[in-house]
Nanobody, 124 residues
Framework: VQLQASGGGLVQAGGSLRLSCAAS????????TVWFRQVPGREREFVAAIRPSSSNTYYSDSVRGRFTISRDGAKNTVDLQMNSLKPEDTAVYYC??????????????????WGQGTQVTVSS
């Protein structure tokens, strides 16, 4: 199983970026897919998740209303649309896939497969 995260870059505050997580060897629609982010020196932080069968979505308080996670079954990808970006959104963003349950949704340990990360930098 391999996950490939892409779409990061440099954007001004208030701008938008769309991240994509593509999978090989795994059908993403059968598992929970999440996005985490990490700033150097800090722990990885949960950003958003999409559940398999229900497609229910979950967000951290810091991104709710600005970010949208979605899945494209035909392409086997999960995207993260990020709008109204802020400098504090600057981080390396990782996608991951696993069989988490609601109580472990925001825990790194719930996800067996991770992408390599894509850098998002928001300038003020």
């Amino acid at each position: 199983v391999q996950l490939q995260a892409s779409g990061g870059g440099l954007v001004q505050a208030g701008g938008s970026l769309r991240l994509s997580c593509a999978a090989s060897g795994r059908t993403l629609s059968r598992y929970t897919t999440v996005w985490f982010r990490q700033v150097p020196g800090r722990e990885r932080e949960f950003v958003a998740a999409i559940r398999p069968s229900s497609s229910n979505t979950y967000y951290s308080d810091s991104v709710r209303g600005r970010f949208t996670i979605s899945r494209d079954g035909a392409k086997n990808t999960v995207d993260l649309q990020m709008n109204s970006l802020k400098p504090e959104d600057t981080a390396v963003y990782y996608c991951a896939s696993g069989s988490s349950i609601l109580t472990t949704l925001r825990q790194e340990s719930a996800y067996a497969y991770w992408g390599q990360g894509t850098q998002v930098t928001v300038s003020s």
